[in-house]
């Protein structure tokens, strides 16, 4: 199939600027021009579901071109790829440990001002936030 940029946008909630962009620096490739416009195929389609898998992975766009340049020969670059996915995910099981964290602390100012909320509004002693579990 062929899809306008306008498509592409409304598929992966992207702005058409961050599509040509993505242009720009060569992440998709062979795009079509046509009189100014812009025209993609399935490959570009595989080509941003692979990349907005890579950025949810927190993987920076110039590992996510590097990751691609390698694919291009993978028998040759295969060591390369699986050390660059291996540090990645150590880094995003790093980035998700310290969101755990931060969510868990979330949740106790939700379960201390709800007891706080609680206390004024039956006009009873305040909680100690070390009593809050």
């Known amino acids: ?20 962009y993505y242009e720009k620096i060569g992440l998709l ?6 009189n100014s416009r812009r025209f993609y195929n399935d490959s570009h389609i595989d080509r941003l579901n692979a990349i907005e898998c890579f950025k949810k992975a927190l993987l920076p766009l110039d590992d996510i071109k590097l990751f691609f340049s390698y694919e291009k020969d993978m028998e040759a670059n295969s060591e390369k790829i699986l050390e660059m996915m291996k540090s990645q995910e150590v880094r995003t099981q790093k980035s998700l440990e310290a969101l755990q964290t931060g969510l ?8 201390f001002y709800t007891l706080v909320s609680e206390a004024v509004k039956n006009k009873t002693p305040m909680p100690d936030w070390n009593d809050v579990v």
């Not at 199939?1 to 992966?12: H, P, R």
């Not at 490739?29 to 046509?34: D, F, I, K, R």
Request: aromatic content about 6%.
């Open 1 to 20: 199939m062929i899809y306008t940029i306008t498509e592409l946008s409304k598929q992966f909630n992207l702005p058409a600027s961050t599509i040509r």
């Open 29 to 34: 490739e062979n795009v079509e021009h046509v």
């Open 104 to 111: 868990a602390h979330l949740q106790k100012k939700i379960r």
